[in-house]
T-cell receptor, first 116, second 114 residues
Framework: NAGVTQTPKFQVLKTGQSMTLQCAQD?????MYWYRQDPGMGLRLIYY???????DKGEVPNGYNVSRLNKREFSLRLESAAPSQTSVYFC???????????????FGPGTRLTVL | AQSVTQPDIHITVSEGASLELRCNYS??????LFWYVQSPGQGLQLLLK??????LVQGIKGFEAEFKRSQSSFNLRKPSVHWSDAAEYFC????????????FGSGTRLLVRP
């Protein structure tokens, strides 16, 4: 099992450009999450999807959109990138509460995004 | 408001010394509690978790944590630190509902002196 995978690993954008960060999990998990990590601030939740077909805002959703494409994939889109979105982005997934891995989130390796 | 506080931004210990990383939380009810570790350039790995029952929980890599309800704390400990433990450590809390949105502390960076 690959677990949670993210692409790309690194990306540099100019202000105003758009891009999509991809995330996929092969653990048959229901829930998926997008976080951003900034120095001294820990991880902050951007959006999450409790199950296929549903998405909801987290703590810092402004400037982002998400798509839960199917059970495996959860993408994060920046429509018009801003320097304030320079960050490391992590995707995570979580299984059924009663199933294996249902009580923890599993994280991908992250995408380091720089917006100039 | 729900929050997690890790009061120590950096901690330096000598290899072989004991370690305690502090975590305090503010939450409406007893939450799920977690400690994650992040090595440089890597994602987060779960060290241990608390849901209910015994308030002293054991994790991977020789770590343990104790939940103290009266102090709203969940401190991480290790009796003897190894150089490979140098990393950033995050405490997190989450609700006991289906949303399961975790709230993270700001992290504590552990440096290990040879």
């Amino acid at each position: 099992n690959a677990g949670v995978t993210q692409t790309p690993k690194f990306q540099v954008l100019k202000t105003g450009q758009s891009m999509t960060l991809q995330c996929a999990q092969d653990m048959n998990h229901n829930s998926m999450y997008w976080y951003r990590q900034d120095p001294g601030m820990g991880l902050r939740l951007i959006y999450y999807s409790a199950s296929e077909g549903t998405t909801d805002k987290g703590e810092v959703p402004n400037g982002y959109n998400v798509s839960r494409l199917n059970k495996r994939e959860f993408s994060l889109r920046l429509e018009s990138a801003a320097p304030s979105q320079t960050s490391v982005y992590f995707c995570a997934s979580r299984g059924n509460p009663r199933g294996w891995g249902g009580n923890e989130q599993f994280f991908g390796p992250g995408t380091r995004l720089t917006v100039l | 408001a729900q929050s997690v506080t890790q009061p120590d931004i950096h901690i330096t210990v000598s290899e072989g010394a004991s370690l305690e990383l502090r975590c305090n939380y503010s939450y409406g009810a007893t939450p799920y509690l977690f400690w994650y570790v992040q090595s440089p350039g890597q994602g987060l790995q779960l060290l241990l978790k608390y849901f209910s029952g015994d308030t002293l929980v054991q994790g991977i890599k020789g770590f343990e944590a104790e939940f103290k309800r009266s102090q709203s704390s969940f401190n991480l400990r290790k009796p003897s630190v190894h150089w490979s433990d140098a990393a950033e450590y995050f405490c997190a809390v989450g609700p006991m509902d289906s949303s399961y949105k975790l709230i993270f502390g700001s992290g504590t960076r552990l440096l290990v002196r040879p």
